[in-house]
């Protein structure tokens, strides 16, 4: 990634507090653990600058690293919109992927006419343990169709996601991280030292940390 673009989105996430910082007060993640970290970058479409600026990172970093693909799919449901205002830059066909196919109606996992698409890139909001981001990556693979990649606005840089991504073949761009955020948070005061140690902390153990 590029170190000012990195730097510029983790600073604007934390501005919009799209990105929470709470190591004195843990959120609780849906998967049990205790998390220092609340992000939710939904909150950036509302910010008609910056939700641009992360639009046109997205689209410098699908043809930078992957060339132009027949479509751009997104990951449902936090990357829908995200997605869809890149494919309309890029003038390509849009899809999503949901979880699980839907238990109704056509039941399809994956939304939009896929008959004439070869080939996506992949983009999503937010990677954590990379499981239902692969999760997708697997359903449109069964479909016939090749990822060339995932591109993501946040990556917690967790050595889960790393691994298996890497067992899954499927190359993964992030315009900002985990570590270049904590850094700007720090620069910026939004936290101490005591508490950057504590942050550090919970990227490296993230199942026991506060416990």
Same mark, same amino acid.
């Given at each position: 990634? &590029?170190?000012?673009?990195?730097?510029?989105?983790?600073?604007?996430?934390?501005?919009?507090?799209?990105?929470?910082? #709470?190591?004195?007060?843990?959120?609780?993640?849906?998967?049990?653990?205790?998390?220092?970290?609340?992000?939710?970058?939904?909150?950036?479409?509302?910010?008609?600058?910056?939700?641009?600026?992360?639009?046109?990172?997205?689209?410098?970093?699908?043809?930078?690293?992957?060339?132009?693909?027949?479509?751009?799919?997104?990951?449902?449901?936090?990357?829908?919109? #995200?997605?869809?205002?890149?494919?309309?830059?890029?003038?390509?066909?849009?899809?999503?992927?949901?979880?699980?196919?839907? #238990?109704?109606?056509? &039941?399809?996992?994956?939304?939009?006419?896929?008959?004439?698409?070869?080939?996506?890139?992949?983009?999503?909001?937010?990677?954590?343990?990379?499981?239902?981001?692969?999760?997708?990556?697997?359903?449109?693979?069964?479909?016939?169709?090749?990822?060339?990649?995932?591109?993501?606005?946040?990556?917690?840089?967790?050595?889960?996601?790393?691994?298996?991504?890497?067992?899954?073949?499927?190359?993964?761009?992030?315009?900002?991280?985990?570590?270049?955020?904590?850094?700007?948070?720090?620069?910026?005061?939004?936290?101490?030292?005591? #508490?950057?140690?504590?942050?550090?902390?919970?990227?490296?153990?993230?199942?026991?940390?506060?416990?």
């Amino acid at each position: 990634m &590029k170190d000012d673009t990195a730097s510029n989105i983790a600073d604007f996430l934390l501005q919009i507090k799209a990105i929470k910082l #709470q190591p004195d007060e843990p959120f609780t993640w849906a998967s049990g653990w205790k998390s220092p970290i609340y992000c939710d970058n939904r909150v950036a479409l509302s910010n008609p600058r910056i939700r641009t600026y992360i639009r046109q990172e997205l689209v410098k970093a699908i043809e930078r690293n992957y060339g132009r693909p027949d479509a751009i799919a997104a990951v449902a449901t936090g990357a829908i919109a #995200q997605g869809a205002l890149v494919s309309e830059s890029m003038g390509l066909p849009f899809i999503y992927v949901r979880p699980e196919p839907k #238990q109704h109606g056509a &039941k399809n996992q994956i939304e939009g006419d896929i008959s004439q698409i070869h080939s996506v890139v992949v983009v999503e909001d937010l990677i954590s343990t990379g499981k239902s981001s692969l999760n997708a990556v697997a359903a449109l693979r069964n479909s016939g169709i090749i990822v060339k990649g995932m591109v993501s606005i946040f990556n917690y840089g967790f050595d889960i996601a790393r691994e298996s991504f890497k067992n899954a073949q499927c190359p993964l761009y992030s315009l900002s991280n985990y570590d270049v955020m904590i850094t700007k948070a720090l620069q910026s005061k939004y936290i101490n030292e005591g #508490q950057m140690e504590s942050l550090k902390d919970w990227r490296e153990h993230p199942d026991s940390w506060n416990k």
